[in-house]
């Protein structure tokens, strides 16, 4: 915990929204619609071997149209991610979840994870980015790059901030700050509007600063006796009804969907 966050203390309501939920049903239970058939297309397009399933409202599996995907399927070797390589295809189901999640910021976006920059013509344009993620799923951790990069993050063709930290909490990877946890902007913003000194952008993150915010959500997790994804959540969610009052002309505590 860095010294600079000593003194920024969790919001009441955090401890009582926190405290009235279940990490099982309300973190792994947590669904939304994707379009299939939108990222399966980009997919063939872009000629990656990876194909995205889906559940219909009965649990069975799908491979079109509008499809749910739960928090609870992001994990390596799911069911609904089909690639040879089983980090890549957990990447894009990432992206799928975050991008489709109607809570958060993050936009439907796809990643165009080839390596733009290859030295000979016949250089697997997918090496750089698998390197990576092979590395973080083997050893469940994210290490900070070496000196030369000023951001510290792992160089990652097509790929932010918001989703190489939903990959590593997905293959339940840490950081010197603890668990991996998802950033979200919603959630950052209200970090921010709580007094938080920090850099109000996500995409500005540097690993450190990502460390720091990894080991401020441990500690109010730990010190409410709950966990740091439902401290998360709180987060992201009391930026939504910020944007709903401001919207509606009313405001209502944040619940769950």
Request: charged share 25%.
């Amino acid at each position: 915990m860095s010294r600079l966050d000593e003194g920024f203390d969790l919001p009441a309501a955090c401890v009582q929204w926190c405290q009235l939920r279940n990490f099982d049903l309300h973190v792994l239970d947590d669904g939304v619609e994707v379009d299939l058939d939108w990222w399966n297309r980009h997919l063939r397009e872009v000629g990656l071997d990876v194909r995205l399933r889906g559940r219909d409202l009965d649990g069975q599996i799908v491979t079109r149209g509008n499809a749910v995907v739960q928090r609870n399927d992001l994990k390596m070797g799911t069911d609904l991610a089909q690639c040879e390589h089983d980090s890549l295809g957990l990447l894009f189901l990432c992206a799928a979840w975050q991008g489709s999640h109607r809570n958060r910021k993050a936009m439907r976006r796809f990643p165009d994870v080839r390596n733009p920059h290859l030295a000979d013509a016949d250089e697997n344009p997918l090496a750089k980015i698998l390197k990576v993620l092979e590395g973080c799923a083997r050893d469940r951790i994210l290490r900070e790059t070496p000196s030369g990069s000023w951001s510290g993050w792992p160089d990652t063709p097509g790929v932010g901030v918001s989703l190489i930290a939903t990959f590593m909490w997905a293959v339940k990877g840490s950081v010197e700050g603890g668990r991996a946890q998802l950033i979200d902007q919603y959630g950052v913003s209200t970090l921010i509007h709580e007094g938080w000194l920090e850099d109000p952008a996500v995409t500005g993150f540097t690993r450190r600063r990502y460390d720091r915010y990894v080991a401020l959500l441990s500690r109010w997790a730990t010190d409410i006796g709950t966990s740091p994804e439902l401290v998360e959540m709180w987060l992201v969610q009391r930026w939504s009804a910020r944007l709903r009052e401001a919207r509606d002309g009313s405001y209502a505590a944040p619940t769950l969907f």
